[in-house]
């Protein structure tokens, strides 16, 4: 039970950690475009 719940706060984790690179990465692009088109 305990290394299952473990398990599953580390994924969580990882999900967390990889949607805050995504949301890094699209303000990039947009500034990116903002800066093209100005």
């Known amino acids: 039970m ?3 719940g473990r398990s ?3 994924k969580g984790s ?3 950690n990889h949607i805050s690179k ?3 990465t699209l303000q990039n692009f947009l500034s ?3 800066e093209d088109f100005l």
């Open 2 to 4: 305990i290394m299952g």
């Open 32 to 34: 990116f475009l903002i």
């Open 22 to 24: 995504t949301q890094l």
């Open 14 to 16: 990882k999900n967390f």
């Open 8 to 10: 599953r706060i580390n």
